[in-house]
């Protein structure tokens, strides 16, 4: 939806509900009356879904959830120059869209998996402007498999790792969740936002 278009939508609500009161009178008529019910009621409900659908989309943007001065390492740390970390790897290769690297990855891959995410988003801008959150951060809960097979059940290089064959327990056990991918000593090193300053960074041209 075009920002424009929400913009538009909300000056004409404005000026709608701006000519309601300030000419009350046109309310005696059947006309007025439902002039007046466009402006009070549906067209800020209109304006109000728009900008709400506009500010769920932004709120899967990278640079939206960077924007808080305590996720600023976590940005940092997906321009780590090393494979081994897990999010810099993905980001710089494109293994997830840049753009919305942090919603890709964070988000529970079931039914209600993105209105969730969104959800959990608000009530970090909550924590950010009314709250007192201190590092390090928690996830809710512990990492699933499920959001790393989401991408990469299927693919070649995961189906047919060595390591993921060496046993045909291994395998099994990691695609039921019972072995995990990020704390067995697998893909361990994560955002590792202590380590920043001891490492390299990408210098992406």
Aim: glycine share 8%; aromatic share 10%; proline share 5%.
């Amino acid at each position: 939806m075009p920002v424009g278009f929400i913009y538009a939508v909300v000056i004409v609500t404005i000026a709608i509900v701006g000519v309601v009161v300030l000419a009350p009178g046109l309310t005696a008529t059947r006309g007025g009356k439902i002039l007046a019910f466009v402006a009070l009621f549906i067209f800020p409900i209109l304006a109000g879904s728009l900008g709400y659908e506009q500010h769920m989309d932004r709120s899967k943007q990278t640079s939206f959830c960077l924007s808080c001065h305590l996720m600023e390492p976590y940005g940092r740390s997906l321009q780590v120059d090393d494979s081994t970390w897990i999010p810099a790897s993905h980001y710089q290769n494109n293994r997830v869209p840049r753009e919305q690297a942090c919603y890709t990855c964070h988000s529970d891959y079931v039914m209600y998996g993105g209105i969730k995410a969104k959800w959990r988003g608000l009530h970090h801008i909550y924590a950010q402007y009314l709250g007192n959150p201190k590092p390090p951060l928690h996830l809710y809960h512990p990492y699933n498999n499920r959001e790393c097979l989401h991408c990469h059940a299927g693919s070649r290089t995961f189906e047919e790792g060595a390591t993921h064959n060496a046993d045909p327990q291994i395998m099994a056990d990691i695609k039921s969740n019972k072995m995990s991918c990020l704390t067995s000593g697998c893909h361990d090193q994560i955002h590792n936002t202590t380590k920043l300053s001891e490492v390299k960074y990408w210098n992406a041209k």
